[in-house]
């Protein structure tokens, strides 16, 4: 049987399954629910436009923001 990469919904952690999906997360000790969809994380820093960008959008009718 194929591997499966689980993830658990309360605390985010990888079960890579080889055809058992247990009912108690391994990591939180937490009965829990299980997706094939990895986590995704925010970014941790905003996005920052350069002068490209910038000029891209203009390009294309669309006003970046200035954030001087």
């Known amino acids: ?11 985010w952690a990888g ?4 055809g058992e999906i247990p009912v108690v ?5 937490q009965e829990t629910r299980w ?6 994380l925010a970014p941790t820093e905003p996005f920052k436009l350069t002068g490209n ?3 891209f959008l203009q390009s294309i009718s669309i006003a970046g923001e200035d954030t001087n």
Do not use: F, G, I
């Open 25 to 29: 997360c391994p990591c939180c000790k």
């Open 15 to 18: 079960y890579a399954s080889a």
């Open 1 to 11: 049987m194929a591997d499966l990469l689980l993830w658990c919904k309360r605390c």
């Open 35 to 40: 997706t094939t969809s990895a986590p995704h």
């Open 53 to 55: 960008d910038r000029r």
